[in-house]
């Protein structure tokens, strides 16, 4: 069963970041891998993504250019920038706090 792009709603910037640690990517590449870490229980739409990338591109987040692809084909590729990489640290923190509270709460402890 697939979660829909709500159980990524304020952690689709986060993970793109992720991805991008990895190396440059273009736009489809990444949702691929994020469909496939997801082990097949996230379906994230193209909308959300290229949304995503235009506003993480206009925060400094991200940097683009273009690239040849298979065939000859131009891609857009994606590469973080050192503001992203800070800000992907500082959200990595909230999220390891996060689920600290959460696994309190849902699993038991203290």
Known sequence: ??????????HTET???R??????????EISKNI?????G?????????YTAFRRMENDGLLATYWGEGAGGARRRYYS???KGRKLYEEKK??????RTVL?????GGK
């Open 1 to 10: 069963m697939a979660q829909s792009g709500d159980f990524l709603r304020g």
């Open 80 to 82: 973080i920038t050192e």
């Open 41 to 49: 229980l996230i379906d994230i739409k193209d909308a959300t993504i």
């Open 93 to 98: 923190a909230e999220w390891q706090k996060l």
């Open 103 to 107: 696994d309190n709460l849902i699993l």
């Open 19 to 28: 991805l991008l640690l990895d190396g440059d990517s273009y736009g489809y």
């Open 35 to 39: 469909v496939e870490r997801g082990m």
């Open 15 to 17: 993970i793109i970041l």
